[in-house]
């Protein structure tokens, strides 16, 4: 005979998972501005960012600025959606932050440790939006 188990979630654990994706949303709306406006700057040809002639990922830094300029108004636009709790925001917020993980990775030889930073921060970003439950009841 087979025992089935129910989990119940406490108030707590459901609170704390809407927090987690309440500040997911943020940090990636905050991270998308940022990758906006270092695309931008990467368009303009800013001083700001560091040439490094012997890498093994060199690309040109206009189009590295056009990626992040995607990318960052993308995940802005989804941090949006995740603010009203779809689903769909959940599954693209986790493969935009992705995909930002890898540029950041890439674009490590122009502004290193903004680029670290960015890392850990879309880092957290994916956990967020993995660990809450879509089943929890963690609307906003």
Not at 6 to 18: E, F, L, Q, R, V
Not at 93 to 107: C, D, E, Q, T, W
Request: proline share 3%; aromatic share 12%; glycine share 8%.
């Amino acid at each position: 005979m087979a025992t089935t188990q129910h989990h119940t979630h406490s108030k707590t654990s459901m609170t704390a998972a809407g927090g987690l994706m309440i500040f997911a949303s943020v940090m990636l709306f905050v991270s998308g501005v940022l990758d906006i406006l270092r695309g931008v700057m990467a368009i303009a040809e800013d001083d700001v960012f560091v040439t490094s002639p012997n890498y093994v990922f060199k690309f040109d830094l206009t189009s590295w600025g056009w990626i992040h300029l995607a990318l960052g108004a993308v995940a802005v636009v989804v941090s949006l959606g995740l603010f009203t709790a779809a689903t769909w925001a959940r599954v693209i917020g986790v493969g935009i932050a992705a995909l930002l993980i890898i540029a950041n990775f890439l674009s490590i030889p122009y502004y290193p440790v903004w680029s670290l930073t960015l890392i850990a921060l879309y880092g957290f970003v994916i956990w967020a939006l993995c660990v809450a439950r879509p089943d929890s009841g963690d609307e906003f």
